[in-house]
């Protein structure tokens, strides 16, 4: 994009963040998810990183919290409910390791680990014992009086909990610390502070109730949660049934970790999530964090990471606070299940039964922690359902192990050069004419042969004496198909850890595995690429031939039939079948397919022209006469040599041809030998 172009797409992003945010925070409307919304925050933050002149003072990425509802009496927080940095990957974590302990030298650091609940913060405030006030958070400093919705909310003690003879002691309180908590039992206050959450299943009970009453249905749990606890009328907040987890005692009472303060909560009559851990160092954290990344759908609610905190909270004060949070807590997030990306093109897929079925290609995005490329389309009506068109911006979705889907356009952020989504007029495999299942949505290949033979064109390129890559055998290849991620083997070097991840046999570890060991046959011996092509009549012993003769796959492209049936033993049917083969359009797409993949050839060891500039790096300067600086570096490649854009000590020859560049002149300081064209030619 060029900066006039950054700069519109930023007011694009900054519009569309902005009308979402006054949907969500003002009105309680929701129209995509937080993941979505978070993925064009990110894209706008990037964007204006890179730009900073772009940056005005109402962009979205200068904005800390949010402001509360009018209709709820206003709480001034005693101190302010603070929020949390975030963190997205091990190295996040190291550096803020690292960063505090700057602050602090020479200590270690150990961890109180929580599990970051997806729900709706508040403080609740104890009078002598007794419930008195609580408060959502608001925008940190000033939140809204929910007390009687909270009191429905079964987990809230209404009176707090009256410890039994020497529980206190058991979690390592003093005599002194003990007495000051019983007195604010008495006469004091207590603040205490966590999160109010909805189940899965009682937002799922809930939806299907609401569904069958014709009412609007919540969008999530968390939706949900905070719905009901801003909700004016508290009857309405009681049936939808929310839990309570601590996550601060907040009133001083000198404890010595953050671990001894969850315990004091629960002997207070809280609820503690028993997930939560101590972890003595990063690495604990870091498995803490893996563990529940794979198993968050154990939980009955939502958690999107991991609150990890410095557990001595003698540190606290030291460490401090800074902006929008405290430096001694970091939300290390697990990965989004949903991201925005742009559709780059949209590919047809034959199916067994001649269905063709659209998959759109997409620039690479994270999604659930892994990298993908394609997502399902369906077909046609979901199309049309969706609206979607070639070049959108959509938001995808990855939930458990199926297949990505496009689940929602964002129309605002077109350019104008979108494109609409046509069912192609001829196959793209075999080109006969696409027709239409009468009365269903679907449109097919009435070619029988059609999947069959893609399918074994295919199996062929990656067969033993082909290609060989390692594991992709034929169902394998045939799953890759159905589910639209293949169509021609160009394809393969496109494919991702995360597009493999959800295919059935698809381990993490096998997809890393095939990912791999395609991309480690990226540079072909030229005769196996020219038999994986599948040519007619050119089989393995032929494809040795052709490799020998011509060398590379350009002069292999250029050769007449003559020259072609001038090998020994080729005859002609043969010599017009490659002839053919190189001079028909969509073969040459797919060459430059491969070529734009990353597949490279290499010629054939022993065999073809002598390999006598082996080794040698040469840099050309100048313009050359009796051929094109394009001719000479096919000729240096061919015959082994290397050819550089630049000189250093390693070149070996510098080739001056008329009006030599300032290459000529670094040669030479470096003692770099100087060859004219007349040489050059000799070389070759
Ligand atoms: S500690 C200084 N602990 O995350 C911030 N927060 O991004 C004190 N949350 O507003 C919060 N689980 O709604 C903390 N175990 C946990 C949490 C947690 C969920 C939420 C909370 C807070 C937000 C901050």
């Not at 990353?598 to 080794?615: E, I, P």
Request: with cysteine.
């Amino acid at each position: 994009m060029d900066k006039q172009e950054i700069k519109k797409r930023i007011a694009k992003l900054k519009k569309e963040i902005d009308r979402h945010r006054y949907l969500y925070h003002v009105l309680d409307k929701i129209e995509i998810s937080d993941a979505a919304l978070d993925s064009l925050k990110n894209e706008l933050f990037k964007l204006e990183m890179d730009n900073p002149e772009f940056i005005t003072p109402d962009s979205p990425t200068q904005r800390i919290g949010g402001k509360p509802l009018d209709k709820f009496i206003k709480v001034i927080h005693s101190r302010p409910m603070m929020s949390l940095f975030d963190s997205f990957s091990p190295e996040d974590m190291k550096d803020w390791e690292d960063r505090i302990a700057k602050l602090v030298p020479g200590r270690t650091f150990d961890y109180y680990c929580e599990l970051k609940l997806d729900g709706l913060a508040v403080t609740l405030k104890y009078e002598k014992g007794v419930f008195r006030e609580g408060a959502t958070r608001g925008d940190g400093k000033i939140g809204e009086d929910v007390t009687q919705n909270l009191k429905t909310i079964e987990s809230i003690p209404l009176r707090l909990r009256e410890p039994e003879e020497g529980e206190f002691k058991k979690i390592g309180l003093d005599i002194g610390q003990i007495k000051q908590i019983k007195t604010a039992l008495e006469k004091g206050e207590i603040e205490i502070r966590g999160e109010t959450v909805m189940t899965r299943r009682v937002f799922d009970e809930l939806n299907k109730k609401y569904k069958k009453e014709g009412k609007p249905l919540l969008a999530n749990p968390r939706n949900g949660a905070a719905g009901s606890i801003r909700q004016l009328d508290p009857k309405l907040s009681a049936e939808r049934k929310l839990s309570f987890y601590v996550y601060a005692l907040a009133t001083d009472f000198g404890f010595k970790s953050h671990e001894q303060e969850h315990k004091a909560a629960e002997i207070l009559g809280f609820k503690v999530l028993k997930e939560n851990k101590y972890c003595k160092n990063l690495s604990e954290v870091y498995k803490f964090h893996d563990y529940w990344e794979k198993n968050r759908e154990k939980m009955p609610f939502e958690c999107d990471g991991v609150v990890v905190v410095v557990n001595n909270l003698k540190l606290w004060p030291v460490l401090g606070i800074v902006g929008k949070g405290p430096r001694y807590m970091m939300a290390y997030k697990f990965a989004a299940l949903e991201a925005t990306t742009k559709i780059k093109e949209v590919v047809w897929q034959v199916g067994r039964t001649g269905i063709l079925t659209p998959t759109a290609v997409m620039e690479p995005a994270r999604v659930g922690g892994v990298t993908i490329t394609h997502a399902t389309l369906h077909n046609m009506d979901e199309i049309k359902r969706l609206g979607v068109k070639i070049g959108d911006t959509v938001i995808i979705q990855r939930a458990g192990d199926v297949i990505p889907k496009v689940v929602k356009v964002l129309p605002n952020l077109r350019s104008g050069e979108e494109r609409e989504i046509r069912v192609p007029k001829k196959c793209p495999m075999c080109e006969s004419e696409v027709v239409k299942v009468p009365g269903e949505v679907a449109y097919r290949c009435p070619n029988t042969n059609c999947y069959a033979v893609n399918l074994r064109r295919l199996t062929h390129w990656a067969s033993k004496n082909a290609v060989d890559i390692e594991g992709l055998g034929p169902k394998i290849i045939e799953q890759l198909v159905k589910e639209g991620l293949v169509r021609d083997i160009s394809d393969f070097y496109t494919l991702t850890i995360g597009d493999l991840g959800p295919l059935e046999r698809f381990a993490e570890k096998s997809a890393d595995n095939l990912v791999k060991a395609i991309s480690d046959r990226k540079k072909i011996d030229l005769n196996r690429f020219i038999y994986g092509l599948g040519i007619r009549h050119v089989g393995e012993e032929s494809a040795i031939e052709l490799a020998k003769r011509f060398g590379s796959l350009e002069k292999i492209k250029k050769a007449s039939p003559e020259e072609i049936g001038g090998i020994y033993d080729f005859g002609n049917v043969m010599a017009k079948s490659i002839f053919g083969w190189f001079n028909d359009k969509h073969n040459l797409e797919l060459l430059e397919k491969l070529e734009k993949n990353g597949v490279r050839t290499k010629t054939l060891a022993g065999g073809g022209k002598k390999q006598v500039l082996a080794g040698k790096t040469f840099v050309l300067t100048g313009t050359l006469v009796g051929l094109t600086r394009e001719e000479a570096k096919v000729k240096i490649r061919e015959l082994g040599g290397d050819v550089s854009s630049s000189v250093s000590k390693n070149t070996d020859f510098i080739v001056a041809g008329a009006e030599p560049g300032s290459k000529y002149e670094k040669g030479e300081k470096l003692g770099v030998k100087i060859i004219d064209e007349k040489e050059f030619l000799k070389m070759i």
